[in-house]
C-alpha cells in the first residue's frame, strides 16, 4: 500500500467497492437530469408563486446543497422524496438576496441564483465560486452580460454586488465570444424580467437549455428560438408559477450505455430522451454496440460477435457534439478496446484527472496537450483509486466494473453529487457493488 492509499483507506468516508466481471443484465431507471433541475429550482426565484418540478433527482448532493442555499434566501421548499417532487415558493423577501460562500463554493451552479434575484428585487450579493477541479471555470460571460443589461457589478471580498438600474435591469444584444451553457442559462432566466428584448446569439443549445425554456414559457415568459444558437426574449412584467417535469439525465444514460456495453451485458434503460444523445449513440454503434431505441427505451449490448469494442476518436464539443460529461466514461471503454483510440477535450483544460487512476489499474494512457491516446490492454486489474470529479468517478466505477478483482473507489462524494444510488442502480442489473462506510 502507497501513503496515499493507507490515508484515503482510513479518513472513515464512505467509500464503493466493486467486485468485476459480472455483465450487467436487466432494466435501469434513468432519473431527471441533474442539470436541468438546478437550473429550474433557480427559475424558482423569479416569481412569488409555486414552482412544481416532478422527476427531480432528489437524492443528489447538488440538488441538496442548491435546495439549503434557496432556503437560505427566504424560499419554502417542500421535497418529497419518493414521489421526486420539489415544490419551491420564492417569497421575495427582499431582505434575503445573499448568497454565502459556504455554500455558493460547493457548487458552481450556485452562481445562477445572481441574475434572477437581480431582476426581481434589483440588487443581489453571491459568493463567487471559487476554484474548480476541471478547470478554471471562469464566470466573466455571466457577469459582463448583466452588465450589458445594465446592472452595475462590484467585487467586493469575494462576493459579487449586483444592482439594477432604477427602472430595472434592460434588454440587450448579448453575443457570446464562446459557447457557455450556464452563461446562457443565468442571461435567459435575467432576461425574462429585463425591461424590452434581449437576443443571445452563440448560445449554447444542450437540451437542459430547452428544458429550462420551455418552463419560463410556461412561467408566462416569452422566449423565441428554443433549441437554436439565437434565443430571443421579449421581458415581461412578472412570471407565475408552473408544474414542471424535469428531463431525462442524458450523462446518465450514456453512463449506462458504455457500461452495459463494456460489460457484455445487456441493459434497458427506462424514461430516456434518446434523441439528446445522438452524439453518444453513434460513437457507440461505431465501437461495435448495438443500440435500440423503443420510444423512451434504450436497450444497449456489444455486436453478438465482438469479443471486446473496438477502438474510436472522439473529440468532445458544445450540443450536440460528443459531451465533455462523457468524456471520462468514454476513456474508459477505450481503455479495453481492439486497437486504439484518441480522445480530444476541448471544453475544460484539466478534465484528464481520472487518467492516473486508471493507469493504476492498469490502463495505457499518454495524455499531450489536451489528447490522450489509449491503447485497448486486455484486462484491468481492481485497485484502490480516488475520485476527483463527479465524471472521473464514474468513469472508475465503470473500470471497477469490468476489472479482474476488487476495486474500492476513495471519496465518493463527488459521485453522488450527481449519480442517485449508482450501487443500486446497478447492483440491480448484476454488478457486485455495495457503498461502505
Ligand atoms: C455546465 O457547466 C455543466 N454544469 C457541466 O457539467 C458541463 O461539463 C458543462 O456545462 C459543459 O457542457 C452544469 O450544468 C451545472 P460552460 P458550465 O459555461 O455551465 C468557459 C457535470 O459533470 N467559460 O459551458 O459551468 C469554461 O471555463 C458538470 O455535470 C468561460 O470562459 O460550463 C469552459 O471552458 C461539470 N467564462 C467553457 O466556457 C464563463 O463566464 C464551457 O463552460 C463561463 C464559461
Same mark, same amino acid.
Given at each position: ?60 448532493? &447538488? ?112 453575443? !457570446? ?14 432576461? %425574462?424580467?429585463? *425591461? ?21 414559457? *410556461? ?17 415581461? &412584467? ?32 427506462? *424514461? ?62 477505450? %481503455?479495453?478496446? &481492439?486497437?486504439?483510440?484518441?480522445? %480530444?477535450?476541448?471544453? !475544460? ?38 475520485? %476527483? ?49
Amino acid at each position: 500500500m502507497t501513503e496515499t492509499d493507507e490515508n484515503t483507506a482510513q479518513d472513515g468516508l464512505p467509500k464503493i467497492k466493486i467486485r468485476g466481471g459480472n455483465p450487467l443484465n436487466g432494466d435501469i431507471r434513468i432519473s431527471g437530469a441533474k442539470n436541468s433541475a438546478l437550473k429550474l429550482i433557480c427559475a424558482s426565484l423569479l416569481t412569488e408563486q409555486e414552482v412544481k418540478l416532478f422527476n427531480v433527482p432528489t437524492r443528489l448532493r &447538488d440538488i441538496e446543497t442548491l435546495e439549503k442555499l434557496l432556503t437560505h434566501m427566504g424560499s419554502e421548499i417542500v421535497v418529497n422524496h419518493d414521489a421526486k417532487t420539489m415544490s419551491l415558493k420564492g417569497l421575495g423577501d427582499k431582505s434575503k438576496t445573499t448568497a454565502h460562500y459556504d455554500l455558493v463554493r460547493q457548487m458552481r451552479a450556485s452562481i445562477l441564483v445572481l441574475g434572477p434575484t437581480l431582476a426581481r428585487h434589483g440588487h443581489a450579493k453571491v459568493s463567487l465560486p471559487g476554484g474548480c477541479a476541471i478547470g478554471s471555470r471562469p464566470v466573466d460571460l455571466h457577469l459582463k452580460g448583466l452588465e450589458q443589461m445594465g446592472a452595475d457589478i462590484q467585487i467586493e471580498d469575494g462576493y459579487v454586488l449586483a444592482t439594477a438600474p432604477a427602472g430595472g435591469l434592460k434588454g440587450a444584444d448579448i453575443h !457570446f465570444p464562446k459557447v457557455s451553457v450556464g452563461a446562457t442559462e443565468h442571461l435567459l432566466m435575467t432576461a %425574462t424580467l429585463a *425591461n424590452g428584448i434581449t437576443t443571445l446569439s452563440n448560445a449554447a443549445m444542450e437540451p437542459e437549455i430547452g428544458d429550462l425554456a420551455n418552463m419560463l414559457n *410556461n412561467m408566462g415568459a416569452d422566449i423565441r428560438g428554443i433549441g437554436t444558437q439565437k434565443l430571443v426574449i421579449h421581458g415581461v &412584467d412578472k412570471l407565475n408559477g408552473t408544474d414542471h417535469s424535469v428531463i431525462p439525465d442524458r450523462i446518465e444514460t450514456g453512463t449506462f450505455m458504455i457500461a452495459a456495453a463494456l460489460t457484455g451485458g445487456e441493459v434497458t434503460l427506462k *424514461n430516456t430522451r434518446p434523441d439528446t444523445i445522438d452524439a453518444v449513440t453513434a460513437l457507440l454503434k461505431k465501437a461495435g454496440a448495438e443500440v435500440m431505441i423503443d420510444g423512451t427505451d434504450i436497450t444497449v449490448k456489444r455486436k453478438e460477435n465482438l469479443q471486446s469494442l473496438r477502438g474510436i476518436d472522439i473529440m468532445t464539443e458544445p450540443y450536440p457534439g460528443f459531451p465533455t460529461d462523457m468524456q471520462a466514461q468514454i476513456m474508459t471503454m477505450l %481503455t479495453l478496446c &481492439d486497437g486504439a483510440g484518441m480522445v %480530444t477535450e476541448t471544453i !475544460f483544460e484539466n478534465r484528464y484527472m481520472h487518467v492516473p487512476e486508471l493507469v493504476r489499474m492498469g490502463a495505457n494512457i499518454v495524455v499531450q496537450g489536451n489528447s490522450a491516446i489509449v491503447r485497448g490492454v486486455n484486462k484491468l486489474k481492481g485497485a484502490q483509486v480516488m475520485a %476527483t470529479d463527479l465524471r472521473a468517478s464514474v468513469a472508475l466505477v465503470i473500470a471497477g466494473l469490468c476489472a479482474e478483482g476488487e476495486t474500492t473507489i476513495n471519496r465518493i462524494y463527488h459521485l453522488e453529487r450527481g449519480y442517485e444510488d449508482i450501487a443500486g442502480k446497478l447492483s440491480a442489473v448484476g454488478a457486485d457493488i455495495r457503498r461502505e462506510k
